[in-house]
């Protein structure tokens, strides 16, 4: 069993930055691909980034390559927000799995209970 945290988010200007952390407890945190997806209000839920569980490996969503940057240590992920705009506005979530790192959600199995991040115009 793994339970996460979501801390970090708030409201922010356009073109700001944001650090979003996720900490998890729980047996062998380490093990576990970690992933930050978010919801924006009457949109589905969305893949973000990835991160193996060596931090070897990332993957992110095509649109926020370049911006966004996920990281991890032994007990948190992380993902660093730069240069945010208004569409960026939604509830994020971080997530974990075994296996291989993963763009869909119904392939994580535990979530954290998300925190909102809105970007001003």
């Known amino acids: 069993q793994v339970r996460l945290v979501e801390s970090g988010g708030g409201l922010v200007q356009a073109g700001g930055s944001l650090r979003l952390s996720c900490e998890a407890s729980?047996?062998?945190?380490?093990?576990?691909?970690m992933g930050w997806f978010r919801q924006a209000p009457g949109k589905e839920r969305e893949f973000v980034a990835a991160i193996n569980w060596s931090g070897s490996i990332t993957d992110y969503a095509d649109s926020l390559k370049g911006r966004f940057t996920i990281s991890r240590d032994n007990a948190k992920v992380y993902l660093q927000m730069n240069s945010l705009k208004p569409e960026d506005t939604a509830v994020y979530y971080c997530a974990a799995r075994m296996g291989p790192t993963s763009t869909r959600d119904r392939e994580y199995d535990y979530w954290g209970q998300g925190t909102q991040v809105t970007v001003s115009s």
């Open positions: 729980g047996r062998s945190f380490s093990r576990y691909v």
